[in-house]
């Protein structure tokens, strides 16, 4: 997965990077990749575009598309202590507007996805504030519903929920790096690094229908 990232390094990706750009989803147990030998080589892509703005520069076309979210050590901390499995998917437009999509599978919990719908803010060169105004959960779905209030379970609940938790520390995000197929950035809580891949347009075809009501939702603001 995540072919389309150009610009890696100003050579080749490394193994590690091109091994982590290999993941569909979040690893629940480890998958051979050392944390800190990962962490290492980002920071290295990190020091070589100091200067790069890279909140800024995602506004509009960088930012558009479907991004798969490869690393995330809080999440996978949890997928390991739970025995779930997630997959995190991110939609954007060149509008600045937004969609994210969880999907869990468990042998406990089941499968199914929990989503959200809004926008996203630049705050200065390197940080941005996701504003999430629709939450909703799809459980025992194979793929995330459109419509919120239509098709979801217990819409009035996870929407009083899901908005209640959206406050300052758990939405703002310091943007370490950004290119045409990867982006880094950081969690504030647990000072912990993200990283996710721009897919190609036949990487992820059960979000297909998703996207385009996504870009049709935007047309109509």
Known sequence: LCTTASSLSAGQPSH?????????????????????????EINALVRAHPDSSP???????LASGIWRVVHAPHIEAIAAALG????????????DLAAAHVRYESRWFGTGF???????VTLD?????????????????????????????????????????????????PVEYLDDGVCCFRFRV????????????DEAPELDRLYSHHDHQSSRQ
């Open 114 to 120: 929990l989503s959200t719908r809004g926008s996203w």
């Open 125 to 173: 060169d390197d940080c941005v504030r996701v504003l999430w105004d629709e939450v909703w959960w799809d459980p025992g779905a194979s793929a995330p519903s459109s419509d919120r209030l239509a098709e979801s379970a217990a819409p009035g609940f996870v929407q009083a929920v899901g908005t209640a938790a959206m406050i300052a520390p758990l939405s703002t995000f």
């Open 190 to 201: 647990t000072d912990s690094r993200v990283v996710a891949c721009k897919l190609a347009s």
């Open 16 to 40: 590690v990077l091109r091994k982590l750009r290999g993941r569909s989803s979040l690893p629940a147990v480890r998958d051979g990749l050392a944390a800190a030998k990962l962490d290492a």
């Open 55 to 61: 909140a800024r520069r995602g506004r509009g076309p």
């Open 84 to 95: 779930v499995r997630f997959t995190i998917s991110y939609v954007f437009d060149e509008e």
